[in-house]
């Protein structure tokens, strides 16, 4: 979660705000390291720190917070009977409370929304910790308490690029499927009018009379889906992905059979087995029999996670996705 343009949006509404961090997380918890939520004077709430007896313990920590005043104060938190809870983790959490004298700074950092960013945060007297943009990355430990006392703190979120081929009923169900997820799409069609009344779907739209060309232009560790409208377009894609190193995950839309065929036809076209194994045909999680666009959709975008999750860790997802 960004917090920082909803902060802004609070204190120059309310003239007041508040967040909550999960700054560790040990054990079972709802939430990861580094889930945040913004908290209104009134208690609505923007993001989420797992949801259940937690969460609403949180937010009635950060009303109070408001209406005492800007600051800071650290909490560990248990997830066991005393909270109602069984996950058996625990959490430390940082509650903060902002109100206009921080506008300055917190709107050097909305300024970054969508971008990632490394801030350090300082606390000077009771106040909140007030950020400022430092070079550097956090990656490692998302929240790190220095011995100084300052916090460094990686915000935002890495995009994983995925160029979709194919604007049929599947390839819109995806694209909206892939919105809210860590994605950024790139989806490509050689039809004049693919993307008729696809104008609220979030991903930028191609028109290539060759398609496979805009392989030549993708980033490392980029995922490629193959769901066009023709056998021989969706081969000729493939041939040009498979052997490209850049390509973490190549999936094309089809049955065993259909990738059989393929195999025998890209093994005549030159492509090295090595490269061949990498094909994830079909694609989806497994033990998903529904055929309706929006559900090969969720059951597409839930292997792509899978895949974004094994490439972060820098295991071979190429392969292993492939074989299943």
């Known amino acids: 979660m960004e917090p920082w343009s909803t902060i802004l949006h609070l204190l120059k509404r309310d003239g007041a705000a508040a967040l909550v961090t999960i700054a560790k997380a040990e054990g079972s918890t709802p939430r990861e390291t580094g889930a945040r939520m913004t908290v209104a004077r009134d208690g609505a709430i923007t993001g989420s720190i797992g949801g259940g007896p937690l969460e609403w313990a949180a937010i009635d920590t950060a009303k109070q917070r408001i209406e005492r005043g800007r600051g800071a104060e650290w909490a560990t938190v248990s997830l066991g009977p005393a909270l109602d809870q069984c996950c058996g983790g625990r959490a430390e959490i940082l509650h903060e409370a902002f109100d206009t004298t921080d506008l300055d700074w917190v709107a050097a950092l909305a300024s970054h929304q969508g971008a990632e960013i490394t801030a350090r945060g300082e606390r000077l007297d009771d106040g909140p910790y007030r950020r400022r943009i430092v070079t550097g ?3 490692d430990a998302l929240i ?3 011995p100084s006392g300052n916090l460094l703190e990686h ?7 995925v160029l979709l081929f194919g604007a049929g ?28 009344g696809a104008d609220a779907l979030a991903a ?7 398609p496979e060309s805009e392989l030549g232009t993708a980033p490392d560790r980029s995922l490629a889906i193959v769901m066009t409208h023709s056998h021989a377009l969706d081969l000729a894609i493939v041939a040009v992905a498979l052997p490209d190193p850049r390509f973490a995950y190549v999936g094309l839309i089809g049955s065993a059979t259909k990738r059989a065929l393929f195999e025998r036809r ?9 490269a061949i194994a990498r094909l994830v045909c079909p694609i989806g999680v497994s033990g998903i029999s529904g055929k309706s666009p929006p559900v090969i959709a969720a059951a597409v975008a839930a292997e792509l996670l899978i895949a974004r999750e094994r490439l972060t860790a820098g295991s071979n997802i190429k392969t292993e996705l492939a074989l299943g």
């Open 169 to 196: 009923h599947v390839g819109r169900a995806l694209v909206a499927a892939l919105a809210p997820l860590p994605f950024v799409v790139r989806w490509i069609d050689d039809r004049p009018d693919a993307f008729e």
């Open 155 to 161: 915000f935002g979120e890495a995009m994983t690029p």
């Open 137 to 139: 990355s956090a990656r």
């Open 266 to 274: 890209l093994t005549e076209f030159g492509v090295a087995s090595d």
């Open 204 to 210: 930028r739209k191609i028109v290539s009379a060759l």
């Open 144 to 146: 790190l308490r220095e």
